[in-house]
């Protein structure tokens, strides 16, 4: 599994093309060849997957241990359901949920820990207490959260949304959704450059399913080049959506991982960098094979 460098100077033969680097704290990765693997850890009672599985701190560090052992390079922990319409939680019960999970994952020097929050406040204890990643479904659309964030060194998940997890499945619409997804891209990275975050600290997520309809889903999972802005990796959440349920005619949520690790496989090819995962042993293995076929 690609191993976090200890120094990371993505400029060492200066007659190549620079390699693409995502900076997290103290973990750095090359994402050039070998794409990285975000485990999902939902400490929530409504997550549409895995909600109430990770509530019971034995059961929580039990899913990290294998997340780990099976190859993940992040943990990704979340104390509020973004699925659609889902409940809002407040700032002080999501930090409840997930400063204990993040204060006894963080002593692991081989991944790194994110925190899923779009509230500043929530950031800034998932930082104090050892997360090196931010990963915002909102896109660090509030100031509060880019201030946060500019006073760190932390990794940055980008993510776009249409409305609010309360509406953004009624009736999404666009007039070019790869294109307004660019636009989203380059306008939020311009204003996250000039507030003094690096460049190589963001990473953007087209946000599939995220008010996003059945056909833009498909475009933007067909398209991922062209809305991919300075080089920046993209960070693809394919894992069980209902997108498949739609597809194949089931909403079945258990008979979406085999669909799934094609998506994940196909995004992959398609030039997706990191990927955010149920099942974390079968998307490592699905991108190593992808990847030797591709010459990586």
């Not at 620079?18 to 070998?34: E, N, Q, S, V, Y």
């Not at 509530?55 to 699925?83: H, K, M, Q, W, Y």
């Not at 998940?157 to 636009?183: A, L």
């Not at 690790?261 to 042993?281: D, E, K, N, P």
Request: net charge negative; glycine share 8%.
């Amino acid at each position: 599994m690609p191993k976090p460098m200890t120094e990371c100077n993505p400029a060492e033969d200066e007659s190549k093309s620079p390699r693409i680097i995502w900076k997290a704290g103290k973990f750095c990765w090359d994402l050039d060849d070998m794409a990285l693997v975000m485990a999902i850890l939902n400490v929530t009672p409504d997550s549409f997957s895995d909600g109430g599985l990770h509530l019971d701190p034995v059961n929580t560090l039990a899913a990290a241990r294998r997340f780990i052992e099976e190859g993940a390079n992040i943990l990704d922990v979340g104390g509020e359901s973004t699925r659609p319409g889902a409940a809002e939680v407040g700032s002080e019960d999501e930090i409840l949920r997930v400063i204990p999970v993040i204060k006894k994952l963080v002593s692991n020097e081989i991944v790194a820990v994110s925190i899923d929050t779009s509230k500043a406040e929530v950031a800034a204890a998932g930082l104090a207490a050892g997360a090196t990643i931010v990963n915002d479904v909102t896109g660090l659309k509030d100031p509060a959260m880019i201030d946060v964030c500019a006073g760190s060194n932390c990794g940055i998940v980008v993510m776009h949304m249409q409305g609010n997890p309360r509406t953004m499945q009624k009736s999404p619409t666009y007039e070019d959704v790869v294109s307004e997804i660019g636009s989203f891209f380059e306008e939020r990275f311009e204003t996250l450059v000039s507030a003094g975050i690096g460049s190589e600290r963001i990473v953007f997520d087209p946000g599939i399913g995220f008010g996003k309809s059945l056909s833009h889903n498909l475009e933007l999972l067909n398209r991922v080049e062209d809305y991919r802005v300075h080089d920046r990796p993209i960070l693809m959440g394919l894992s069980r959506k209902s997108l498949i349920g739609q597809l194949l005619g089931d909403p079945e949520m258990s008979r979406r991982e085999f669909s799934t690790q094609a998506l994940t496989a196909f995004s992959r090819q398609r030039g997706a960098m990191i990927h955010r995962v149920h099942q974390v042993r079968e998307a490592v293995q699905v991108l190593r094979m992808t990847e030797a076929v591709l010459g990586n």
